[in-house]
């Protein structure tokens, strides 16, 4: 289900920063898990940070270690993945989404999920 709604992709320069957006209009997110995914062309849809229902953080992918970081406004109920010094090997469509349950780094696992926003990394 597409309850959710990301933004804030676009085009970057190497080295670059942006920040993405999560939002719903129909969840409460600060009762779910969130977890941010990504998908290059031609790969699988890989989990890469989620931020838990109580505030607790797990990074799934070791290459954005140090440069990304997820966090959550729950005025604004929505969840944030704040990417830094980003490089060629980050372009993907980036997704949202979300589930009951606590965070986990597989896709079958949500069952919210948003459109995606693309990020492409180029000079």
């Known amino acids: 289900q597409l309850q959710l709604v990301e933004s804030g992709g676009g085009l970057v320069q190497p080295g670059g920063s942006l920040r993405l957006s999560c939002v719903s209009s129909t969840l409460s997110l600060d009762s779910y898990a969130v977890t941010w995914f990504r998908q290059a062309p031609g790969k699988e849809r890989e989990g890469v940070f989620c931020i838990s229902s109580t505030g607790l953080r797990a990074n799934y992918m070791s290459s954005v270690k140090g440069r990304f970081t997820i966090s959550r406004d729950k005025t604004e109920n929505t969840v944030y993945l704040q990417m830094n010094s980003l490089g060629p090997e980050d372009t993907a469509v980036y997704y949202c989404?979300?589930?009951?349950?606590?965070?986990?780094?597989?896709?079958?696992?949500?069952?919210?999920w948003g459109q995606g926003t693309q990020v492409t990394v180029s000079s």
């Open positions: 989404a979300a589930t009951k349950w606590q965070c986990a780094m597989d896709a079958y696992e949500y069952d919210y």
